[in-house]
């Protein structure tokens, strides 16, 4: 029975691991993920739900361990319990997020910068060039943001001719312009 409660404690642990990884700029590929979907509305990646959530499932897992020491379960459940709720309520009005930019979508550094010097189009290409990566170049630019942010300005160089009019592009190059 003791092995059952220790799952959702070890799980939770490891989500909060993977989600602070993520806030750090550890770990890009998440968010870069993010920036493939098509639809009229663009997706934003807000850590707070997924912060709160397993912080919750942590909180209420280490309160049953807790239990018998502390002789009483409520002492960490409850709280634990309006963490999940939080989360859910973060969850379904990510609105307070877009009117608050500074302040919840700031981490990790290189999304927020990365957000306010590109478009739409270019997170997208930055996105789909990032799959093609070979695993180790990505375990690299993961650990170095300027590497990643030099990498992302190549991509977006490389991508501006196609962003505008094809034969715009090609008017100019014929012409020698």
Not at 19 to 35: D, N, Y
Not at 42 to 57: A, I, R
Not at 124 to 144: D, E, K, S, T
């Amino acid at each position: 029975m003791a092995i059952l409660q220790f799952i959702p404690l070890l799980l939770s642990l490891t989500f909060l691991m993977r989600t602070a990884l993520i806030m750090t700029g550890v770990l890009k590929g998440p968010i870069l993920h993010s920036f493939e979907k098509y639809g009229d509305t663009e997706t934003v990646y807000f850590p707070l739900p997924s912060l709160l959530f397993w912080g919750g499932v942590f909180v209420v897992t280490s309160g049953f361990w807790l239990a018998a020491p502390l002789r009483s379960w409520t002492v960490l459940v409850i709280p634990g319990i309006l963490l999940i709720f939080g989360a859910y309520y973060a969850f379904t009005h990510p609105e307070i997020a877009e009117q608050y930019p500074q302040i919840f979508m700031s981490y990790p550094s290189w999304y927020y910068e990365l957000r306010e010097r590109t478009s739409r189009y270019e997170r997208r290409r930055i996105a789909y060039m990032w799959l093609g990566l070979p695993y180790r170049m990505r375990m690299a630019f993961n650990g170095n943001d300027r590497a990643f942010n030099q990498w992302a300005d190549l991509v977006i160089i490389a991508t501006i001719p196609f962003e505008e009019d094809i034969g715009d592009w090609h008017d100019a190059q014929t012409n020698g312009l």
